[in-house]
């Protein structure tokens, strides 16, 4: 066997090692070593060159990345996990008719939709849904993700958060959590202004806490201007602390008025 694909194959062992052990720390370090060792083989993207090994390197660098993408959601880096996905995704399109099918691949394409999800990027949503095969989307991962996005774009928040429950894979929980969050901060916002005050029980329905406990560590957390008093929470401060704007009309409608003249003289 070529000495690099052997180096390759012991550094990515030792990495596996690690990673069921649960040290991370030692995973990123391996995670760099290896991807440096990848470089040295002309099989792999982009070149895609034809190599006596190419099919066992290819096979073997996609095994690599796709431990790279859920070590990134394992120690929650959203950046690492785009930077590696983007590094996976030639694997899964430029070299599918080289290689057999892996099982990770429709959990990972629904990571990736569910992030963009989280990150309120809906229109690359979108995009990369629109390259899915229908095999792809009838998955149970990637209609997940799919279903995730109609409720959030319906305003259908408890049945984003309920999703939580029945996510198709253990690490979608990372992201279902931060679109957890996404989903209370939308409704906290339209409620200061919508209402002066609510209940703390309505407000812990509205906000879809189980127990006043979390509604509270979530108020001091992330809203601290909001006051409870009374059984009571009141928005005032917050409303208060943000100035409001008078839309100037009458300014508006003079200067549509002066650009309609100016255009029939030019007319």
Known sequence: MDPKLTELSQVFDRFKEAFAMKDFDTCTKLLSQLKVLLTGFKSLAPLFEETPNAVHELTLARDIYEHSVVLSVKIEDQYAFERDFFQLKPYYTDACDRLAPSPQEYPILGLNLLRL?????????HTELELLSPTALENPCIKHAVELEQSFMEGVYNRVLSA????????????MDL???TVRDEIAGCSEKAY?????????KMLLFSSDKELLEYIKEEHPGWEIKNGCVFFQRAKESTPCKEIPSLELINQTLGYARELERIV
């Not at 939580?164 to 992201?175: D, L």
């Open 179 to 181: 679109l957890a969050k």
């Open 196 to 204: 002066d005050c609510l209940s703390m029980n309505d407000a812990q």
């Open 164 to 175: 939580r429950q029945t996510v198709p894979h253990e690490t979608y929980v990372y992201f």
């Open 117 to 125: 999800l989280v990150q309120n990027r809906i229109a690359e949503f």
